[in-house]
C-alpha cells in the first residue's frame, strides 16, 4: 500500500469517530477563548498550522502552565498529556484532533500473522496490539436512554484489549461518598461494591460498556462509557424519593449476610430517633446496648461492655481520632451532636487492620461531610438539653463547613427546685464540633475537624466534679493511581479530669489528671484486582500521662503541692490486609499487624525482689531515666482472619480469628467505670495486656430481605488484665505495681438477633447469653483473689433480652417502644461480723459471689412528624416519651453502713420513677 491510501484509511477511520458526535472544523477564534484554546492558537501561530476539533471536548480542560518542547509534535505530547486528546497530522499544515481514539497510517509489524509450517515448528513470537475501536453513530434516542461519557485515550503502543476503570461515587445532593453501591457491567457478570469511600474500580474491556449503579436509596443510573485506556470516572447520583406510605427506604439490605467480616454492627443517628430513650435524646451508643453483645454494667455507668470485655478494651474514634470519653454526665448521655454524627460502625469480631491498641472492639464514629452546595440546618430542644447543627458551603461544589453546638440547662432546672441540698446542685455538660471539608479535585480532599466537650456537676455542697476531651484531627485523602487511594492523618486527643474540693476547714484542695496522644498514619488502600483487594499503612502514637497533682485552693489551705512523674509511651505498627475472592460463594479477608511500644523516660524505675510480693520492702532498685529514654520495649504480633461462604445469596456462614494487643490500661476501684478512672502504660512492671478471639455464625435473610436472622457464638482469652488489691489506693500513687495484680481471663457466648427492618411494624429482638471471668493466682495470699480460681467479672451479667419496635400509624404518627431484662451484675456482700480489741470488723464474701436484683425497663414513645409538603422552610418532628414506665426501682449499687450495731445494706438508683419528656426537632 502507498502512503495516499493509508490518508485515505485514515480519513475513513476520521470519518467514522465523527459519526457519533456533533463535529465541525472551525479556526481558533481570538476572542473569549479558554487558556486551553489558547496554548493551541499560540502554536497555530508559531507554526502556521490549523487545529480541526470538537469545540465541546475542551470544555473543562486544563492546560499546562508551560510548555517547553523543542518541536511541534513533542509540545502537542506535552499539552494533550493529561487529557482524553489525540492528535493526527494529516499533512504539514493540517492537525486533527480526536476524542479518545487514534488515527494510523500504518499498520504494526505483525499485524498479519503468517504461518509457514515447512520453514519452522516454532511459532513465530509476535508483539499483540490492541483491537481498533468500533462505536455506532450516536443517535438522538440514545443520547436520551443515558449519558455518553470517553474515559483515557487510545495509545499507540497499547498491547492489552482491556483496561481499568475506577472512580469515586458520590450523592450530588450532599457530596458525600456512596458506600456499598453496586456498580455493574450489562451483558456480563462483572459487578463490585464500592467501598466506605465510595470507591470502585474494574478490569472492562476496551470500548463501550454499559455501566449501571444500583443502590436503595438513591436513583438508579446507567452510562455508556467509551473506554480508551485506563482512566477514571467519578459518578454523582441523586437520592431517590419515595413515598413514605409505600416503602421505607433501607440501605445495605444484604450487607449482614455478605459482609466477610463477622461481629460487624452499624448504627445510623438518623434512624435512632424513633427510639425512646431518657430525656427524648437521640443516643447512637445507648442504641447499640440494645443488639447482641454490648451492654453497660448499669444505668449511669460509663464506658461499655463488649463480648465480655473491660471498659478500657474499647477504641472509640470519631473522625480517625481517639475519643476517651465518649459520654456525659455518667453515661446518660452520649458526648456527642447527634445532628453532626452520621453513624457509628461497631468491631466486635474480626477487627481491621488498620486499627489497634485495643483488645475489645472499635467505635468508629463518622461526623458528617457539609453541603457544598445549599445551606441546612438542624435544631432540637428537649427537657434538659438543646442542639443545634449547621452545614454551610464555603465554595460551591468545593467547601464545606459543619458546626455542632449541644448544651444542658439542668442547671436552671435544679436551682429552681424546693428541695435545699438539690437547689443547692449542680449539673451541666456541652460539646462543640467544626468540621471543614475541601475538594482540591478529583483526585484529592482534605478533611479537618476540632471537638470539645465538657462535664462539671456538684452533688454534694463541697466538691466539683469535672472532666473534658478536647480533639484536633486532619486528614488528606489523595489518588496514587488508578488503583490506589492512600490516606495521610494526624490527631491529637486530651483527656483530663479534675476536683475541686473546698468546705469551711483548711484541707481545700484541686486535684487534676490528664491523659494526651498524638498519632500520625499513613493508610493505602489498593485493589491490584477484582479478586484482591489490599489494605496497608503504618502508623506512630505518642502518650502522655500525667497520673495526678494536687494543690492547695486558697490561702489558708495546709494540703502541700504534690505531682505524680508523668508517663511517656511510644507505640508503633505496621499492618497489611488482603480481601481474597476466591469464587462467588467463598470470600477471605485476612491480615497481620506488627507492633511495638516503648515505655520512655524521664521516670524513676522501680525493680522488685523476684519471688515476693511487691512492696516498698522488696523494692531494691531505684533507677532515674533520662527524657525520652526506652525504659521497657515490647513487641506485638498480631493475626485476623476471617472468612464468608454463601451457602445460599441469602444465606451464609462466617467464621473469624482476631488476636491484639493492648499498652494502655485503666484503673478504677469502683465496681462500675467512672469518669474519674485514671489510665495506666505499661512498663517493666506492668505488662501490655493480650489476648485472641474466635468466632462463628450463620445469617439469614427472609422474605426478600424484610427479616434478618443471625446466631453468632465466641469464645476470647487474654492475659494480663488488671485488677486491684483489696483495700487498693490508685489515686495519687506513685508506685501504682504495688496496689495492683494482673491476671488471666476468659469470656464466652452466644448473640440471637431478629429484625425486621421496614413495613408498618419493625424492629429488633435481641438475646445474649455470655459470661466473663477472671482469674489471679499467686503463691501469695495478698496477690490472690478467690483462691486462684475463675470468678465473674464486675460487668458479667449471663441474660441480656433486648426488644425494640416501632408501630407506624400513618405517614406522620407512630408508636415506639423498648424493653430492656438484664441479669444483675456481681457484687460483694458482707457475710459477718467479729469483735477485736471492742472493735467490730466486717467479714466479707469471695469476690463477686453474690449479685445485685436483675435489671428490667419499659420505655414508650409517641413520635409525629410534621407534613410533608415539598415547598416549606423546615421539617419537624417531636417526640413524647415516658422512660421506665413501670417505675421499677432498678438498683445502680448496693452500699452497707453501721447502724445502732447492725450492719445495714442499703439501694442507690439512677431513676426510681417514670421520666416523661417532651422534645421538639426541626431541619431546615
Known amino acids: 500500500m502507498n502512503t495516499q491510501l493509508w490518508k485515505l484509511c485514515g480519513l475513513f477511520l476520521l470519518v467514522s469517530f465523527f459519526n457519533f458526535s456533533p463535529s465541525y472544523s472551525q479556526e481558533i477564534e481570538q476572542s473569549n477563548t479558554s487558556k486551553f484554546k489558547d496554548q493551541l492558537l499560540a502554536l497555530e501561530n508559531k507554526y502556521g498550522v490549523t487545529f480541526y476539533y470538537t469545540e465541546d471536548w475542551l470544555n473543562n480542560l486544563t492546560a499546562p502552565k508551560t510548555v517547553n518542547a523543542g518541536n511541534l509534535n513533542e509540545q502537542l505530547q ?195 430517633k424513633n427510639i425512646p430513650l431518657v430525656f427524648g435524646e437521640r443516643d447512637i451508643f445507648q442504641v447499640a446496648t440494645t443488639l447482641p453483645g454490648i451492654s453497660k454494667a448499669g444505668e449511669g455507668a460509663a464506658g461499655y461492655n463488649v463480648r465480655g470485655g473491660k471498659t478500657d478494651q474499647n477504641l472509640f474514634l470519631i473522625d480517625n481520632a481517639v475519643l476517651y470519653n465518649p459520654s456525659h454526665f455518667f453515661g446518660l448521655f452520649q458526648a456527642l451532636n447527634p445532628y453532626t454524627t452520621k453513624g457509628v460502625d461497631i468491631y466486635k469480631g474480626n477487627i481491621p487492620a488498620q486499627y489497634g491498641g485495643r483488645l475489645s472492639s472499635v467505635f468508629d464514629i463518622k461526623s458528617i461531610t457539609g453541603n457544598t452546595q445549599n445551606f441546612q440546618g438542624e435544631a432540637s430542644i428537649g427537657p434538659v438539653t438543646g442542639n443545634i447543627a449547621l452545614q454551610i458551603p464555603i465554595k460551591k461544589e468545593k467547601s464545606s463547613l459543619v458546626v455542632g453546638a449541644r448544651g444542658t440547662y439542668s442547671d436552671w432546672i435544679l436551682r429552681s427546685l424546693d428541695d435545699p441540698q438539690l437547689n443547692g446542685s449542680s449539673a451541666n455538660f456541652f460539646d462543640v464540633i467544626a468540621k471543614y471539608d475541601h475538594n482540591f479535585n478529583e483526585n484529592s480532599n482534605l478533611s479537618t475537624s476540632a471537638y470539645y466537650s465538657r462535664d462539671a456537676f456538684n452533688i454534694t455542697a463541697d466538691s466539683l466534679f469535672s472532666y473534658q476531651n478536647r480533639i484536633f484531627n486532619a486528614k488528606w485523602n489523595h489518588k496514587l493511581g488508578e488503583k490506589a487511594r492512600g490516606s495521610l492523618s494526624a490527631y491529637n486527643s486530651d483527656y483530663r479530669f479534675e476536683i475541686d474540693f473546698e468546705e469551711d476547714s483548711n484541707t481545700d484542695f484541686i486535684l487534676d489528671y490528664n491523659v494526651n496522644e498524638t498519632e500520625l498514619k499513613y493508610h493505602i488502600n489498593h485493589i491490584i484486582s477484582p479478586k484482591h483487594k489490599l489494605q496497608y499503612g503504618l502508623s506512630t502514637k505518642l502518650y502522655q500521662v500525667k497520673p495526678g497533682t494536687i494543690a492547695p485552693q486558697g490561702s489558708e489551705s495546709q494540703v502541700e503541692t504534690r505531682a505524680i512523674p508523668k508517663e511517656q509511651g511510644l507505640e508503633s505498627a505496621l499492618y497489611i490486609g488482603d480481601l481474597y475472592k476466591l469464587n462467588d460463594k467463598l470470600e477471605i479477608d485476612a491480615s497481620a499487624r506488627f507492633s511495638i511500644f516503648n515505655s520512655l523516660g524521664p521516670a524513676t524505675v522501680r525493680e522488685y525482689l523476684e519471688g515476693v510480693p511487691r512492696s516498698d520492702e522488696s523494692r531494691i532498685v531505684n533507677e532515674e531515666v533520662g527524657n525520652n529514654e526506652i525504659i521497657e520495649t515490647y513487641v506485638g504480633p498480631e493475626f485476623r482472619i476471617s472468612g464468608r461462604y454463601l451457602v445460599t445469596p441469602t444465606l451464609s456462614i462466617k467464621a473469624g480469628f482476631n488476636s491484639g494487643y493492648q499498652y494502655i490500661h485503666s484503673l478504677s476501684n469502683n465496681t462500675t467505670a467512672s469518669p474519674l478512672d485514671t489510665w495506666k502504660l505499661s512498663d517493666n512492671n506492668i505488662k501490655p495486656q493480650n489476648g485472641y478471639q474466635v468466632s462463628l455464625g450463620l445469617f439469614k435473610n427472609l422474605k426478600e430481605n424484610q427479616f434478618e436472622i443471625s446466631l453468632e457464638g465466641y469464645y476470647k482469652r487474654f492475659d494480663n488484665a488488671l485488677d486491684f488489691k483489696t483495700g487498693a489506693d490508685l489515686l495519687l500513687n506513685e508506685t501504682i505495681e504495688t496496689e495492683v495484680l494482673q491476671g488471666k481471663g476468659k469470656a464466652y457466648g452466644i448473640e440471637f438477633l431478629v429484625k425486621k427492618n421496614w413495613g408498618r411494624l419493625n424492629g429488633w429482638l435481641s438475646y445474649t447469653y455470655s459470661r466473663s471471668l477472671l482469674q489471679f493466682q499467686s503463691t501469695f495470699p495478698e496477690e490472690e483473689i478467690n483462691n486462684g480460681d475463675f470468678f465473674p467479672a464486675n460487668f458479667d451479667k449471663p441474660h441480656d433480652i433486648s426488644l425494640v419496635t416501632n408501630f407506624k400509624i400513618s405517614q406522620r404518627f407512630s408508636f415506639s417502644g423498648n424493653f430492656v431484662y438484664q441479669t444483675g451484675r456481681p457484687i460483694t456482700y458482707p457475710i459477718g461480723t467479729y469483735q477485736f480489741n471492742n472493735s467490730e470488723f466486717v467479714i466479707y464474701s469471695e469476690r463477686n459471689e453474690f449479685r445485685i436484683p436483675d435489671f428490667y425497663r419499659l420505655d414508650l414513645s409517641f413520635n409525629m412528624e410534621g407534613n410533608h409538603k415539598l415547598n416549606k422552610p423546615g421539617h419537624s418532628f417531636w417526640t413524647f416519651s415516658v422512660y421506665n414506665v413501670l417505675g421499677r426501682n432498678n438498683p445502680y449499687s448496693i452500699f452497707f453502713v453501721t447502724d445502732e450495731g447492725r450492719v445495714k445494706a442499703l439501694q442507690s438508683s439512677i431513676f426510681a420513677i417514670p421520666i416523661p419528656s417532651i422534645t421538639y426537632n426541626i431541619k431546615f
Open 78 to 272: 506535552q499539552l494533550l498529556k493529561d487529557t482524553s486528546l489525540n492528535f493526527y497530522f494529516y499533512d504539514d499544515k493540517t492537525v486533527i484532533l480526536t476524542n479518545g481514539v487514534a488515527i494510523y497510517n500504518e499498520l504494526p509489524d505483525g499485524f498479519f500473522i503468517r504461518s509457514d509450517s515447512t520453514t519452522s515448528t516454532k511459532p513465530t513470537t509476535i508483539k499483540r496490539y490492541s483491537n481498533p475501536i468500533f462505536v455506532e453513530e450516536y443517535r438522538e434516542q440514545t443520547k436520551s436512554q443515558f449519558k455518553r461519557v470517553t474515559v483515557g485515550k487510545t495509545s499507540k503502543n497499547a498491547s492489552s484489549n482491556t483496561a481499568q476503570l475506577s472512580g469515586t461515587v458520590y450523592n450530588q445532593n450532599t457530596n458525600e461518598p456512596i458506600p456499598n453501591l453496586v456498580v455493574s457491567v450489562k451483558g456480563s457478570n462483572k459487578k463490585i461494591t464500592t467501598d466506605q469511600n465510595g470507591n470502585y474500580s474494574l478490569e472492562l474491556p476496551l470500548g463501550k460498556n454499559i455501566i449501571t449503579t444500583r443502590s436503595l436509596g438513591i436513583e438508579n443510573a446507567t452510562f455508556e462509557v467509551l473506554l480508551f485506556s485506563t482512566g477514571t470516572f467519578n459518578i454523582l447520583l441523586n437520592e431517590k424519593v419515595e413515598r413514605l406510605d409505600e416503602v421505607t427506604v433501607e440501605a445495605n439490605i444484604k450487607k449482614n449476610v455478605e459482609e466477610v467480616s463477622p461481629g460487624t454492627t452499624r448504627v445510623e443517628s438518623e434512624k435512632s
